[in-house]
């Protein structure tokens, strides 16, 4: 039985090889643009331009980092040329080339620097002007601060200052004070060795008394170095001479008009007084120095004498 014989296989046209066009013309040579740009471009021109450079130079910092930490020089940097981003800010352009203060009197611009925490050491970029603020504001001379920071390289320091009006001497020590008896500063130094003084425990919040009693004593005020304020009700005066004058606890305005004018009539200043009394409307009770307690009872004695002869 002869079997037949299987059809022979059709023979199918082999593509040839090669981009083929699948959907029109168009999308053939998108197809074939593609695979030519993927086999074309190389690995080298798809990194960034330089990054061999910037590679190296990054190494290379890192390399003078560690050396530097390792090394034990990091501190000695921060001592030459301030914290490392202070330092790197400034190598850029952003260092502070100026400082302008204004509402100065008393302090000096170094003070105000100092203050506010501003060296050669320190950039512009990293500069807290709020932190500035807080730290000037916290000086006691100084009542208010304004910071502002200038690009590229300025800032600017506005302040309004306390105003010293007297100084307070108490426990023996010395202070600066307000109007308001406001304790400003310790007394360390002679700049405000020409405001008034006054003496004693809560002698600073009747510092604005003082001064207008200084006011009724019209020339005689020159002469009055100082006021201690005596069991919180009344004053002691020192003049330059070394003389108490003590003043009553009601009307001492009077008292010191009356003290002015034994100066203009009497020259009381010119004589040997330790001190004088104006505790009384009516009367002055003086009291006289060793030397004139002398001379007044050799004046006595001769007065007797004369007398005794005469009769």
Known sequence: MKTAAAPAASRLPVPAPGPQLLVGERTGRWLRRSRRSAVAV???????RRLGTWLALGFLTLSLGTGTVLG??????????????????RLVGFGIDRVTISGI???SEVEVLVAAGIDAKTSLA????????????????????????LYPGEVVITLVEREPFALWQVKGELFVIAADGTVIDKMDDGRFAHLPLVVGADANNRARDYIALRA?????????????????????????????VRLPEVEPAAAVKRLASLQADHRIMDKDLLAIDLRQPDRVVMRLTEEGAAARADQLKSKTKKKGGEA
């Open 42 to 48: 190389p690995l080298a021109q798809r990194l960034p």
């Open 72 to 89: 034990g020089h990091l501190d000695t940097l921060r001592e030459t040329y301030g914290e490392p981003h202070h330092m790197l800010a």
């Open 105 to 107: 009197a008393e302090l």
């Open 126 to 149: 990293f500069f807290d002007a709020d932190q500035a603020r807080k730290r000037l504001e916290s000086a006691p001379l100084i009542r208010e601060a304004v910071v502002r920071k």
């Open 216 to 244: 009724e004593a019209g020339a005689m005020a020159a002469h009055i170095r100082a006021a201690t304020l005596v069991s919180g009700r009344r004053w002691n005066l020192k003049l330059d001479n070394g003389m108490d």
